[in-house]
């Protein structure tokens, strides 16, 4: 499907403006992965853009992008909340259930080992304990537990794609895992405020104007006990 994508990345987006939503009609993740596209590899086109409107078309492009054998990361931005994804041009929210039945749909071709989930309060444990359990593929599951800034949580997606193109340019040769270890590493250094939960802040967990957006990096734990850990939190 692509003539290259040496990011690995596949951005599936949908519009983010809508009745009651303060948001501005052209707002996109699109520019932050063009520019780390250009800075890292010297051109905008080293990975797939889709944008989406309603659940069908999401099922579509993510089997179109799974089976695709260069993509190992899809990054899906959209509202979100701890029940689901929410599409600019759908009623019903995508849950865990329709998001794990998506991506199984790849089928046994696909490459995909990555979900990152740039949504509001849907990346819980118990999010990637589900798509962890459901798809062996799958190497690691991020998103956010609580509501996340456009603009903060922006900042926050650069400096993990940042640092997961930094390490890939390294070391291409990477497994999956190893790259989002360094990745985890390095978030936990330089953006622990933004990072942290609410509560991880000092702050009430109620509290929707506190810092904290509570990113997760999940993976499964190593061992004979089996179940999952986040990268950011845990120890392996």
């Known amino acids: 499907m692509t003539e290259t994508t040496r990011t690995g990345i596949a951005v599936i987006e949908s519009k983010w403006n809508g009745e009651g939503i303060v948001m501005r ?4 993740v699109k520019p932050m992965f063009d520019m780390l596209c250009d800075l890292h590899f010297g051109n905008m086109h080293e990975y797939v853009y889709e944008m989406v409107a309603t659940a069908p078309a999401l099922s579509d492009a ?4 799974a089976w695709d054998k260069d993509i190992s990361t899809i990054y899906i ?5 701890e029940e689901g994804l929410h599409l600019h041009g759908w009623d019903e929210v995508v849950d865990r259930k329709k998001l794990s039945k998506m991506l199984l749909e790849g089928g046994s071709r696909s490459s995909l080992s990555g979900v990152y989930l740039g949504a509001c309060e849907f990346g819980t444990r118990k999010l990637a304990e589900h798509l962890l359990a459901n ?3 799958l190497r690691w599951v991020a998103g956010y537990q609580h509501s996340a800034d456009f603009i903060d949580g922006t900042a926050l997606d650069v400096m993990f794609f940042n640092s997961w193109f930094t390490h890939l340019d390294g070391a291409s040769d990477t497994r999956a895992r190893e790259i989002v270890e360094l990745v985890a590493d390095d978030l936990k250094n330089k953006c622990k405020g933004l990072i942290s939960t609410r509560e991880e802040n000092g702050y009430d967990a109620d509290d929707e104007d506190a810092p904290g ?3 997760s990096i999940f993976v499964r734990a190593r061992g004979p006990k089996g179940g999952i850990v986040d990268l950011l ?3 392996d």
């Open 25 to 28: 009609k052209n707002a996109s």
């Open 62 to 65: 993510i089997k179109r992008m």
């Open 77 to 81: 931005a959209c509202h979100g909340n």
């Open 135 to 137: 798809d062996k593929r």
């Open 213 to 215: 957006m509570g990113l």
């Open 233 to 235: 939190r845990d120890e």
